[in-house]
């Protein structure tokens, strides 16, 4: 277990370094610079602008300067939205704001998808199954942008019971965000509990538990579901990060003061350190899911080893 472990934090290390590479090359690559905006200085302020923060040199020494600061843990401070400010302390501000409303979010995915994917499968081929499959599959054709603005107009402003403003501390706040947020993982986890779940109870272990009498209830639920939950343990663990870190429409059509809002708006005003920092912030987040949803797997189900194939 040690060596898989070592194994996968060197990959770790690798997959943040090239991460850090394509994010930084792509970001420069975007035609314009920080300083445009519809009272653009002079040439002079934008020259000295450039000397003071370095992007007067190439690339590849502004990578490097980068990559030696990200060694010792400094991620660069904001040159625009706020201006000198940390980027890890805006980050660190921001991604509880996010992460309150991903939690609920996937909660509820979780909560309510797995069960209505071993519902479609215990009941396939009626019409249970069927209206199922049309909501999920209608959910997951739907961008989140359109589900927020379709609650946004239905349910909030005046005479509505949610308001149309996020403001921190307020239930009501939470609501629609998190229902929107959590929307497409709730149907992507219930049609994947579906699947995995129709191909669980063609084994052969269900085979012998009905042969042994057992009821059909008990193993779809007990049964089945155990060795179902792996392909949905697999998704989890990526979507977990995402959502966490902030959806990104969710948030800028809710003005919720979170990570994802503020990842969107770095990204219109060219604030490079402010990129930088939330993609590499997100991409560590992404790897330390994945790492855990392999653990998960074991726990979930002893029979797999995750040390296979390291010899």
């Known amino acids: 277990m040690a060596k898989y472990t070592l194994k996968r934090v060197l990959m770790a290390l690798l997959t943040l370094f090239v991460v850090a590479c394509i994010t930084f090359f792509l970001m420069h690559a975007i035609p314009g610079n920080p300083w445009l905006s519809e009272k653009t200085p002079s040439e002079a302020v934008i020259n000295a602008l450039n000397e003071k923060y370095g992007l007067n040199e190439p690339l590849i020494v502004q990578l490097g300067k980068y990559l030696g600061n990200l060694l010792r843990g400094d991620l660069g401070n904001s040159i625009k939205m706020q201006k000198n400010r940390p980027v890890l302390d805006i980050i660190l501000e921001m991604f509880p704001v996010s992460a309150q409303v991903g939690v609920v979010a996937i909660l509820w995915a979780v909560l309510v998808g797995v069960p209505l994917g071993c519902l479609a499968a215990y009941r396939r081929g009626t019409w249970v199954d069927s209206l199922l499959r049309v909501i999920c599959t209608i959910g997951i054709s739907m961008p989140g942008f359109v589900v927020a603005t379709m609650l ?22 939470y609501v629609l965000p998190c229902a929107a947020l959590g929307f497409y993982p709730m149907c992507y986890l219930s049609r994947q509990t579906r699947t995995a779940m129709l191909d669980a109870i063609n084994q052969e272990y269900i085979k012998t538990a009905r042969a042994k009498g057992l009821k059909n209830k008990k193993i779809i639920f007990k049964h089945a579901l155990r ?85």
């Open 152 to 173: 946004l107009h239905l349910l909030c402003g005046t005479g509505k019971p949610f308001p149309a403003l996020f403001v921190s501390g307020s239930l009501a706040s």
């Open 227 to 311: 060795n179902a939950l792996i392909p949905v343990i697999t998704y989890l663990g990526p979507q977990i990060a995402f959502t966490l870190c902030g959806g990104f429409v969710v948030e800028t059509v809710f003005s919720i003061p979170g990570l994802g809002r503020y990842f969107i708006q770095s990204i219109q005003n060219r604030d490079y350190p402010l990129i930088m920092g939330t993609t590499l912030f997100l991409a560590a987040f992404i790897i330390v899911m994945n790492l855990l949803v392999d653990l998960a797997y074991k726990l979930v189900d002893p029979r797999i080893n995750l040390t296979k194939g390291e010899n």
